[in-house]
């Protein structure tokens, strides 16, 4: 009887809450969790992610209006300074932006659309990397060669010009019927269509060195189907990489997506994300009103920071060769 047979034995005998905390008690005492505590560093980005997060949640609570809603600007507020300043006025706590918009509630609302398309852009293309990086990997022959000749044509060119290449085509297809919401699917399906490549080349690897080892042979002899053996067999096997992949491809979607609204191809300024304000403010730099772009910047390079640390802990820490 197999280890795992005897431990889903014991499994049922005992309370559903002694499970948990077993379960619990083995991700504490994991090497990974140790790797996490040992450095401070990775705890503080870890936390400072956290908040990014618990702040783009509780937007409509924290802020002091809502800066999509016409109806709560008013052009009299507009380009009030910090409050700490001598024009400074409540509650606008780092000013005001042209529209009357605080500029406080505009950067945790925009830090919302900014996370919505970065986490629905790695998840799409994290989707489709896997599924093709699959299918090469483990099918081989000429379907490998056209999925990998494919995935070099696309290598060839910068993520951020295939995004806007895309940007474009729908925007010559559609015209004025994208609102805001079309808009952000066209900029996940962009960002999703960007970065596809790395997680496909990665798996691929992955899926070569997996599909020669006894336990897929064992799968195949007993008669289960190629798609069952790849994604319940082999595709565990391959999920240390393709997690630090998509820490690293959360910030540089996030990048992009505030790279495609600065050049004014991403979300419009009725509903900005972090890019869309960092364009708005920088109409203002020379005018004197610095902090309409310096506080949206300053967010979003925290933020970046944050997620790019967390991506080199994670890295390192799921590298067998660094442990």
């Known amino acids: 009887m197999s280890e795992a047979v005897v431990q889903h034995q014991v499994e049922e005998r005992v309370s559903p809450g002694a499970v948990h905390a077993g ?116 099918v081989g022959g000429a379907v490998d060669g056209l999925i990998m000749r494919i995935a070099d044509v696309q ?37 999703g269509l960007s970065f596809w490549v790395q997680y496909a080349r990665t798996v691929r690897g992955s899926v ?24 319940r067999h082999v595709l565990p096997n391959t999920m240390g990489p393709i997690l630090v992949i998509a820490t690293i491809n959360l910030a540089l979607a996030i990048i992009t997506e505030a790279t495609l609204s600065f050049l004014g191809s991403g979300m419009p300024e009725t509903m900005p994300s972090l890019g869309t304000l960092i364009r708005i403010g920088n109409n203002y730099l020379f005018a004197g009103e610095w902090w309409i772009v310096a506080f949206p910047g300053l967010a979003l390079a925290v933020l970046i920071l944050s997620i790019n640390l967390l991506g080199d802990w994670l890295r390192d820490a799921l590298n067998p060769k660094l442990r």
């Open 208 to 231: 070569m060195v997996e599909k020669n080892k006894d336990y897929v042979a064992a799968a195949q002899l007993i008669g289960l189907p190629a798609p069952v053996i790849m994604l």
């Open 23 to 138: 379960r619990f008690r083995r991700l504490v005492d994991s090497d990974l969790f140790y790797s996490f505590r040992r450095s401070r560093i990775t705890m503080v980005a870890a936390a400072v992610t956290l908040a990014f997060f618990l702040l783009a949640i509780f937007a409509s609570v924290l802020a002091v209006q809502n800066p999509f809603d016409p109806a709560q600007l008013q052009l009299m507020n507009s380009r009030i300074s910090p409050l700490w300043t001598a024009d400074g006025q409540s509650p606008f706590l780092l000013g005001t932006d042209e529209q009357g918009r605080d500029v406080l509630s505009a950067i945790l609302y925009g830090l919302r659309i900014s996370l919505v398309v970065g986490i629905l852009g790695v998840i799409f293309s994290g989707a489709l990397g896997i599924l093709l990086g699959l299918t090469a990997g483990y």
């Open 155 to 191: 290598l060839s060119f910068p993520a951020i010009l295939i995004a806007l290449l895309i940007n474009g085509i729908a925007k010559s297809v559609f015209g004025n019927r994208l609102d805001e919401m079309s808009m952000l699917g066209v900029l996940v399906l962009a960002i």
